[in-house]
């Protein structure tokens, strides 16, 4: 799933607010940080939480992180572009994993994508009202 969006701010204000976002803007980088995530995987209205086995970034430009969870392995990549009138900003993520064939009937990779677009929105609220 792909979501993107303009951002109508540079890339040096768009990365600490999106930092922050995550709840990540107090992490040192250099020491190897295993976050806890929340996989974007609703069931039955709970989020699956998830700690990051591999995390890889060059701050301000792009940040990848994978994660597994009960068999579910996600593959989440943001990426940072400047552009004409501010900053691209792409997420990628990939899901996989036996216990989605099982669970197929409760979530919806659609609903996946929107809410991965509406995360999108708000990053850009937040930049674009500072």
């Known amino acids: 799933m792909t979501a993107s969006r303009l951002i109508s701010a540079p890339?040096?204000?768009?990365?600490?607010a999106f930092l922050e976002m995550m709840?990540?803007?107090?992490?040192h980088w250099d020491e190897s940080p295993h976050p806890s995530l929340e996989l974007c995987i609703g069931f039955m209205g709970r989020q699956v939480t998830a700690e990051a086995t591999s995390l890889d970034t060059d701050p301000g430009r792009r940040l990848s992180w994978?994660?597994?969870a009960g068999g579910i392995s996600v593959r989440r990549d943001f990426i940072f572009r400047g552009a004409p009138g501010g900053t691209l900003v792409e997420s990628r993520e990939q899901v996989s994993g036996w216990p989605l064939l099982l669970?197929?009937?409760?979530?919806?990779p659609k609903a996946m994508g929107q809410?991965?677009?509406e995360w999108l929105e708000e990053l850009?609220?937040?930049v674009e009202r500072q």
């Open 66 to 68: 994978r994660g597994k």
């Open 23 to 27: 709840g990540w803007e107090q992490m």
């Open 11 to 16: 890339r040096d204000k768009v990365w600490p």
């Open 103 to 108: 669970l197929r009937p409760l979530y919806s």
């Open 124 to 126: 850009a609220a937040r």
């Open 115 to 117: 809410a991965n677009q």
